[in-house]
């Protein structure tokens, strides 16, 4: 088994910052992809980021370009999700997820998730 432990998230004004941290332990593969996705009251669970071990291949969602960057630590197996100039349409619970191949932008692509932390953009 693999567990997640998201971090970070908190209440924050338009056009701040926040970091977010996802630890990984347990039964981990050598090679993996970590993601972050989130969702929004009402809405459904959408890509966010995702970094693959390998290589350090990275993804974003169109609609976090430029804003939000995702990094990892191997040796800490640990990912990190930079926000900067938050919107309140950034407002979600944000997950962490782990998967074991490829650079998947799909909620069924991932294996296993974390509980979310909730991340709120005032205007």
């Known amino acids: 088994q693999v567990q997640l432990v998201e971090s970070g998230g908190g209440l924050v004004q338009a056009g701040g910052s926040l970091r977010l941290s996802c630890a990984a332990s347990g039964r981990t593969r050598s090679h993996y992809t970590m993601g972050w996705f989130r969702q929004a009251p009402g809405k459904e669970r959408e890509f966010v980021a995702a970094?693959?071990?390998?290589?350090?291949?990275?993804g974003y969602a169109d609609s976090v370009k430029g804003r939000f960057t995702i990094s990892s630590d191997n040796a800490k197996n640990t990912v990190y999700l930079q926000m900067n100039s938050l919107k309140p349409e950034d407002t979600a619970v944000y997950y962490c997820?782990?998967?074991?191949?490829?650079?998947?932008?799909?909620?069924?692509?991932?294996?296993?998730w974390g509980q979310g932390t909730q991340v709120t953009v005032s205007s």
């Open positions: 997820a782990l998967a074991s191949f490829g650079l998947p932008m799909t909620v069924g692509g991932y294996d296993y």
């Open positions: 970094i693959s071990q390998i290589g350090a291949r990275v």
